[in-house]
């Protein structure tokens, strides 16, 4: 696994996210209340909603077309909604965020 | 062989005697029914909603023609009856006689007129029918009208008249208002809020003389010499029974027709019920013992077992913003100990009058919504002993449960009166419940609870809620989400009460069960937090659905839409340029004109947001708040610059109030319209607030929608100037702001605080409306700024991805 820098955490607001454009889709990294980020596929399997524009909250976030709320750790949709998003790894390290090169390099995708 | 039953009179108790008796035998009797006024049934006590205007006639009327044919009475309205023949069991009406098994005399009560001198002049009337409530609906502004008698019916005929803007005097003998059912104190209130309602009332005043000219009324003269100007008199110093048929047919009467418990008169085929009776030396003016009456004599005419018996009464008034009860005996004595409770600045006094452990009386203004649990400790004789300390505070206080009014209303026994009008226990709405009726509508058709005059639909609506448990849901009381136990307004209370200024302090403080909300609580705390501090409390995007984030409304496929300000619906044709340029630049695959007079670029691409607000704010264009949860639009006619019948300067309006208005927060959208005259182009009667110039001034309408729900807008008031428009208008917007629901439109705000309230908060009350604009001005000093510049000198970097791969590959 190898990792690629994409920025510094300060750029990701609390509680809020940025959106990473690959060959294969847009990413949105996530972060939560704290130093802590998190990395999922941008659309929403419901409608495609773009989920780096939701509220996030907790370790969750809402799609801001429908409310469809996503756990960022699983991917996994909450409530009555089934259906899950992909998550990349990501990680932090000396306050650089750092994402699995395969996320963005992945070609299987088309 | 059928019985014949003749009825004289239809009034509120002989209809409820029909009702009862075609209802339990349909074919018991061939029934005639005469009338001397030219209709039917109909609520008299709902005469005062259609004098101030709350009701129509139509809505009152509870007998009309199809109901009489259905049941098969033949009706003789508009002709009086002249004779009871006893010995040939006849009733000799006008225009023939008619023969009868069993009679029911219902001839209801006379007012009382005063023999003044004077006293028969023209435009001298009393409180009594649908004529005389005709006659005060017809005056207006340029009126004067005196009523003399300051009791129920006196202050419901001034109340009615002066909120059509008539000048009325309220002349009373006595030292204080209602003095039967209220004490000094309570009184002294009700005064107020009236006088506060530009009703004048003049105390311990004689009358003397009715002056007279030409034959009409012109002036009411009291003996200080005082001379009351008036086109109008008003006569409501009470009632008399109605006994003359009864005395001429040689019937045995008092003060009124002596009836025995099963309501039969000293002749035992001639029943009497209502105005018109004595029962064991009382006369009878409230509808609740009439219905008892009727319900008695129809029992009795069915023979069935039957016995009428007095009750104590309770006492509400019938005016918008005058909240009053009284029940039992409230006078002073030995042995009787009051227990008073008064809050001076909400208005509210209560007192409780207390002889050998059991409540005997209680007096409330301003707070009333614990009298029927007071009137039932009254009526049950229940000793108050062990709750004496608390008992002033009502039931949530006792037995140490939550204040929560449903534990009241489930402690109530059975028998518990909850309709005073129609006499309805709580044991027969629970029935009528359990036998299917499951909401307000069904209870009211099933028992008649709340169908009369209609204040005790909230206790009606928590006995529904009580006895269905989880099928019934009272949207008030629903969490607001599932981070939280606590309701919309529990929130607001408290941030306000513990002054709680940052999510966190909410979080923490009112225990939320998540870390941070979710998204259904964050942008309503963000919003009630940036209300009530609007200098402490930094607003916070992170907490608010993308389109406030971003400023711009977003569109199915990702995209956005920008929609610039047009102040007032008025452009340049720079500006127009500037809009079109802009949308050639920026690829806008459509453009539209919104609903609210603006232009619409719709399917801008999220990233080039920043670079188009830069174009659009170079011609001077800002945002529109087209998404946001405030200020949208004022859309405006042309008002007297153009039109030929504009009235006031309606686009000059419209731009200066959306120029006041603009970037202000409210708990929905708020949109806002000026029309120049009553034609009302602009359509401003279905908006949040609309304005309607007239010659005379501007009308200021609030609480029209034309969404999901289409409503009308209701009268606020009329004012002369602009500045005070523009005035009443930040008031009134900063009264939703600070109480309205996160989410609710003004109508639904104004459903729950009701119209008489943001009157008096914001038209009635000076002081509190100035309060209301500076609070106002002050979160505008933070919010009232163009967000797109903000953005493009802040913020353009976050609209970017924080990476693009597809560059670096490309390269």
Redesign the interface.
């Known amino acids: 696994m190898s990792w690629i820098d994409?920025?510094h955490i300060d750029?990701?607001?609390?509680?809020?996210a940025?959106?990473?454009?690959?060959?294969i889709g847009?990413i949105a990294?996530f972060r939560t209340?704290e130093a802590e980020v998190f990395a999922a596929t941008n659309s929403c399997p419901h409608?495609?909603?773009?989920l780096s524009?939701?509220?996030?909250?907790?370790q969750?976030v809402?799609c801001?077309?429908h409310?469809w709320?996503f756990d960022l750790n699983t991917g996994e949709a909450q409530g009555a909604d089934a259906g899950r998003i992909t998550i990349y790894p990501v990680r932090l390290e000396e306050d650089r965020?750092l994402?699995d090169d395969s996320a963005?390099?992945r070609r299987s995708a088309a | 062989m059928k019985q014949r039953l003749v009825v004289i009179g239809a009034g509120m108790a002989s209809g409820r005697v029909l009702e009862h008796l075609t209802d339990a035998a349909p074919d018991a009797f061939d029934i005639t029914l005469f009338n001397a006024e030219p209709r039917g049934n109909y609520n008299r006590i709902m005469l005062s909603p259609v004098l101030s205007g709350e009701k129509t006639y139509e809505e009152i009327v509870t007998h009309d023609d199809a109901w009489y044919a259905a049941r098969g009475i033949a009706c003789r309205f508009g002709e009086k009856v002249e004779k009871i023949d006893r010995e040939m069991k006849v009733v000799e009406g006008a225009n023939g006689h008619i023969p009868y098994d069993k009679l029911v005399i219902a001839t209801g009560s006379n007012p009382f007129m005063i023999p003044l001198p004077g006293h028969n002049l023209d435009g001298v009337i009393a409180y009594r029918d649908l004529e005389d409530t005709q006659q005060m609906m017809g005056m207006g502004p340029n009126n004067k009208v005196v009523v003399i008698g300051g009791g129920l019916l006196g202050l419901e005929a001034a109340a009615g008249m002066a909120a059509h803007g008539v000048d009325v005097t309220v002349v009373h003998i006595m030292g204080h208002l209602m003095e039967r059912q209220l004490d000094e104190a309570a009184g002294y209130l009700l005064k107020k809020s009236l006088e506060d309602k530009g009703i004048k009332i003049c105390l311990q005043a004689n009358s003397k003389e009715i002056l007279g000219e030409d034959g009409k009324v012109r002036a009411l003269l009291l003996d200080d010499g005082t001379e009351l100007p008036c086109d109008l008199l008003v006569m409501a110093v009470g009632i008399r029974p109605n006994t003359a048929l009864a005395q001429e047919a040689g019937l045995a009467t008092g003060r009124g027709i002596h009836v025995d418990d099963q309501m039969v008169t000293s002749d035992p085929d001639v029943f009497a019920v209502g105005e018109c009776v004595e029962h064991d030396g009382e006369v009878f003016g409230l509808v609740a013992p009439l219905y008892d009456q009727a319900k008695v004599a129809a029992q009795a005419l069915l023979e069935e077992d039957a016995a009428f018996m007095q009750k104590t009464l309770s006492t509400k008034l019938k005016v918008t913003g005058c909240d009053l009860f009284s029940a039992g005996d409230f006078a002073e004595g030995p042995g009787r100990e009051d227990i008073v409770f008064r809050d001076p600045s909400r208005g509210v006094y209560k007192r409780l009058v207390i002889e050998e452990d059991r409540l005997v009386g209680a007096v409330m203004y301003g707070d009333t919504a614990d009298g029927s649990w007071f009137f039932g400790l009254i009526k049950d004789g229940t000793s108050i002993e062990e709750m004496r300390e608390t008992l002033i505070f009502g039931p949530a206080y006792q037995g140490g449960d939550t204040a929560d009014p449903l534990s009241a209303v489930a402690a109530l026994p059975p028998e518990a009166e909850i309709c005073g009008c129609n006499g309805v226990c709580k044991g027969e709405i629970v029935e009528a419940i359990n036998a299917g009726a499951d909401d307000l509508d069904a209870v009211r058709a099933g028992t008649k609870a709340s169908a009369s005059c209609g204040t005790c639909t909230g206790l009606v609506e928590q006995v529904l809620q009580v006895t269905l448990g989880d099928d019934f849901q009272m949207p008030t009381a629903q969490p607001i989400c599932g981070c939280t136990d606590l309701t919309h307004e529990d929130v607001r209370r408290l941030i306000k009460g513990q002054e709680l200024k940052s999510q966190a302090a909410v979080w923490q403080d009112l225990g939320w069960t998540t870390p941070n909300g979710c998204h259904v609580c964050r942008p309503a705390i963000n919003y009630y937090l940036l209300t009530d501090w609007p200098l402490e409390y930094q607003d916070d995007p992170q907490s608010r659905f993308v389109n406030e984030r971003k400023h711009a409304n977003i569109q199915k496929d990702g995209t956005f839409s920008v929609v610039p300000r047009m102040w007032g619906g008025i452009t340049t044709p720079d500006e127009l340029r500037a809009i079109a340029n802009a949308a050639d630049k920026y690829d806008v695959p459509t453009v539209k004109v919104t609903g609210g007079q603006r232009i619409d670029l719709l399917g801008v691409k999220g990233e080039d947001l920043p670079a188009i607000w830069s174009d659009l704010n170079k011609a001077g264009l800002v945002s529109g708040h087209a998404y946001s949860k405030g200020l949208r639009t004022v859309k405006t006619c042309v008002g007297t610059d153009h039109c030929r019948f504009g009235t006031q300067d309606s686009t000059g309006l419209g731009i200066k109030l959306e120029k006041i208005l603009w970037g202000s927060w409210t708990p929905h959208k708020l949109k806002l319209a000026v029309s120049g005259c009553p034609r009302n182009c602009a359509e401003a009667t279905c908006k949040d607030i609309g304005v309607v110039c007239v010659d005379s001034g501007y009308q200021i309408s609030i609480g029209g929608a034309a969404g999901m729900d289409v409503k009308e807008t209701e009268l606020l008031c009329q004012v002369p100037t602009e500045d005070e428009a523009i005035e009443i208008v930040m008031a009134v917007t900063q009264a939703y702001r600070e109480g309205g629901k996160y989410l609710d439109r003004l109508y639904k705000w104004l459903g729950k605080v009701g119209m008489g309230w943001v009157q008096a908060q914001v038209v009635e009350d000076l002081e509190n409306r100035a309060a209301l604009v500076a609070r106002f001005e002050l979160s505008q000093s933070i919010y009232r700024k163009d967000p797109w510049a903000e953005h493009v000198k802040e913020k353009a970097r976050t609209y970017a991805p924080i990476a693009d791969f597809t560059l670096e590959a490309a390269e």
């Open positions: 994409i920025g750029e990701v607001p609390l509680r809020g940025r959106l990473v454009k690959t060959h847009c990294v209340a409608k495609g909603g773009p524009e939701g509220i996030v909250h907790g969750s809402t801001p077309l409310n709320v965020i994402l963005v390099t």
